[in-house]
């Protein structure tokens, strides 16, 4: 595979990477460089820092802010429905290093772009030369080989991310692939994701898999189940309409397939359930959950103190969720789709309404 | 107005410590807006819902709520009374209470019914504003909402 070519930029004429970043709104509030608060109180350090070019991401996915023909300019675009602070690199890597004690994961976001590796090189270079925070990237495999990811580990990143987001070939080629312009090869995708285990190791890589996109229950399941066998982390996102975007008005997963998928992927990872406990009808829809392990019927019982519904992220240094990404896959005034924080007891009494297990154990 | 550092505070009004809302009261009626500071802190305004126009609410009772990219929260009366006139143009373009909180970006009108028991309890005065204004500052900075 050939990378897409490096772009010669005038970077300092233009407030682009590598000498500029945006950050996500939560970041910025973290690190004090914008005034805001989460709706409910607690600790945030994952800082979710994202490449920023003239032109934009020049992939087109159908759900993403940053799509090529979304319409308006680049620069004015949200992602995942907030406004991304441009900041100065150094200022961030500053900032950073002044709220050292906070952070507990930093992740760069690449962008369909040619210069996106080298850039992401640059600014890895400038924030490990200063911080020991667990560093991340969240990939765009159009842009790497393997020779540029062995790059990355040797520069001291401890985990790759691969947006596949579309969990079937058929889902990503609607949304990804068959589109106006820009389109993204599944098969480039998987490329890198074996890729960077065999680079990273075990339980190093993790892939985003977005709930909602028109895959069914079992698409999920199955992919779950592939991914443990390698080693592989699966991370999950709720689909979240983007205004403007061509899914603006495409509906998100209901409230009881979201809770059940967190639950069943939880089961899983943690208490290995098997690919035999779960039943689907025709159509791939989950209609049984048949237990009989003992301690996975007790993890039911007590839903594991709400741990299956907290946000999926690469860890902190102490092996808590580092990136929390709060209010990312809804509103403040909605209910959490993952919870950034240990949910509530209240909390878990809404999760369990809304799990209706009761529909599925029998 | 009187700058309290980097806000312009107009300490011509009244202001409700609570929920920070400022007051122009005329006669029997007010006009009610939110302090420079709740906006800062919040962040951008995404949304704002209103509700009770024509009814009569008791102070601290909600009227509606106002969401910010990552917080919301509720509006409560800071004045007894019947609300008269919301400000459709801020249900538009929320945006309006972070970019001119004393001008376009007021919130309601209401008549007040219980002014002579309850106005007493707001912050009124240049040196009072002020002084409630920086300690205000103050805690907000040190819980993390405002940007340094």
């Known amino acids: ?362 | 107005m009187k700058k309290v550092d980097k806000y312009e505070v107009d300490t011509s009004l009244f202001y409700d410590p609570q929920a920070h809302f400022w007051v122009r009261i005329d006669g029997n009626t007010a006009r009610v807006g939110l302090s420079p500071l709740i906006q800062e802190s919040n962040g951008a305004f995404v949304a704002i819902q209103l509700e009770g126009a024509g009814k009569e609410l008791a102070k601290g009772e909600s009227f509606g709520s106002i969401e910010a990219e990552k917080h919301v929260g509720p509006l409560k009366m800071p004045l007894s009374g019947r609300i008269t006139r919301f400000n459709e143009e801020i249900t538009e373009n929320p945006r309006l209470i972070n970019y001119d909180p004393y001008g376009d970006g007021w919130i309601m009108e209401m008549e007040l019914t219980r002014a002579d028991e309850e106005v007493p309890g707001l912050i009124f005065g240049d040196h009072n504003v002020v002084q409630w204004f920086e300690q205000e500052l103050k805690k907000f900075s040190d819980k993390g909402w405002i940007a340094q």
């Not at chain 1, 005038?10 to 709104?25: F, G, L």
């Open chain 1, 1 to 362: 595979m050939i990378p897409l070519e490096v772009i010669n930029t005038e970077t300092e004429k233009k407030q682009i990477s590598p000498d500029y970043v945006r950050i996500s709104a939560a970041s910025a509030m973290a690190l004090r460089m914008r005034s805001g608060r989460f709706a409910r109180d607690f600790d945030f350090g994952g800082i979710n820092i994202l490449l920023n070019y003239d032109n934009g991401c020049l992939a087109d996915c159908g759900y993403c802010g940053l799509a090529r023909t979304r319409p308006g300019a680049y620069e004015d675009k949200s992602f995942i429905r907030v406004e991304w602070p441009l900041v100065s690199t150094d200022e961030l890597v500053d900032r950073m290093v002044e709220h050292a004690d906070k952070m507990t994961r930093l992740c760069i976001s690449q962008v369909t772009h040619g210069s996106a590796h080298k850039d992401t090189i640059e600014i890895t270079k400038k924030i490990v030369s200063r911080l020991d925070t667990p560093l991340s990237i969240l990939c765009a495999p159009p842009v790497l080989n393997r020779e540029r990811l062995q790059e990355y580990k040797d520069l001291g990143v401890d985990m790759i991310g691969v947006g596949l987001d579309a969990v079937t070939e058929k889902v990503f080629r609607q949304h990804r692939t068959d589109v106006p312009n820009g389109s993204l090869r599944w098969d480039n995708y998987w490329d890198i994701i074996h890729l960077s285990r065999e680079i990273f190791g075990p339980w190093k890589v993790n892939i985003h898999t977005v709930v909602g996109l028109g895959e069914t229950d079992k698409d999920m399941m199955d992919i779950f189940f592939y991914l443990y066998d390698n080693q592989i982390l699966p991370y999950l996102f709720s689909f979240n309409p983007e205004p403007d975007s061509r899914m603006a008005n495409w509906p998100k997963a209901a409230i009881k397939r979201w809770r059940r998928i967190q639950l069943i992927k939880h089961l899983i990872e943690k208490y290995e359930l098997q690919p035999e406990a779960l039943e689907y009808d025709e159509a791939g829809n989950l209609t049984r959950l048949k237990v009989e392990d003992s301690t996975i019927s007790e993890v039911i019982e007590h839903l594991d103190e709400g741990i299956p519904f907290m946000t999926d992220g690469c860890p902190s240094p102490d092996g808590e969720v580092g990136c929390t990404r709060p209010y990312g896959s809804y509103k403040p005034s909605e209910q959490y789709r993952d919870f950034p924080f240990k949910p509530a007891s209240n909390d878990v009494v809404q999760i369990r309404k809304e799990l209706a297990l009761e529909e599925i154990m029998y």
